[in-house]
């Protein structure tokens, strides 16, 4: 003898749209916590504080420190001025809207600097910045 339940059946659904709501929202984390996890790849130098700094690192980018005896160098490794250009030269053919960042010690002569800026500038580069540390005082 078949019984019969007074409660109509329904098939099973699998709700999709909670799923897909779940899965943005990994994916957006997971995009935050990555572009927040960037290295900066220069030589460490003593870099004068700015209250108007904001830190903006990006993995393509040309990174150029000058230290405090006037030393050039491009991506931990030192390099001469001749080779520095050549190499700027390179990169610059490559893709011409890469950005350069120029970090210099506390204790860099000013005209090392200008020398840095000037190798950048005649290479072609446009988007030049001198990377300082943040004022971290209210």
Same mark, same amino acid.
């Given at each position: 003898?078949?019984?019969?339940?007074?409660?109509?059946?329904?098939?099973?659904?699998? *709700?999709?749209?909670? @799923?897909?709501?779940?899965?943005?929202? $990994?994916?957006?984390? !997971?995009?935050?916590?990555?572009? %927040?996890?960037?290295?900066?790849?220069?030589?460490?130098?003593?870099?004068?504080?700015?209250?108007?700094?904001?830190?903006?690192?990006?993995?393509?980018?040309?990174?150029?420190?000058?230290?405090?005896?006037?030393?050039?160098?491009?991506?931990? *490794?030192?390099?001469? @001025?001749?080779?520095?250009?050549?190499? $700027?030269?390179?990169? !610059?053919?490559?893709?011409?809207? %890469?950005?350069?960042?120029?970090?210099?010690?506390?204790?860099?002569?000013?005209?090392?600097?200008?020398?840095?800026?000037?190798?950048?500038?005649?290479?072609?580069?446009?988007?030049?910045?001198?990377?300082?540390?943040?004022?971290?005082?209210?």
């Amino acid at each position: 003898m078949k019984l019969h339940s007074p409660i109509a059946a329904r098939r099973t659904r699998l *709700e999709i749209i909670p @799923l897909i709501d779940v899965m943005f929202f $990994l994916l957006a984390s !997971f995009m935050m916590v990555s572009l %927040t996890m960037s290295k900066q790849q220069t030589v460490g130098v003593n870099l004068p504080v700015a209250s108007s700094s904001t830190a903006n690192f990006k993995p393509d980018m040309i990174n150029l420190a000058v230290n405090a005896k006037g030393d050039l160098f491009l991506n931990k *490794e030192a390099v001469s @001025l001749p080779a520095l250009e050549k190499e $700027l030269a390179r990169r !610059f053919a490559l893709d011409a809207q %890469t950005p350069v960042y120029i970090s210099g010690d506390r204790e860099t002569r000013h005209g090392d600097m200008v020398l840095a800026l000037d190798t950048v500038r005649r290479a072609g580069f446009s988007k030049v910045a001198f990377q300082v540390q943040p004022n971290t005082a209210p």
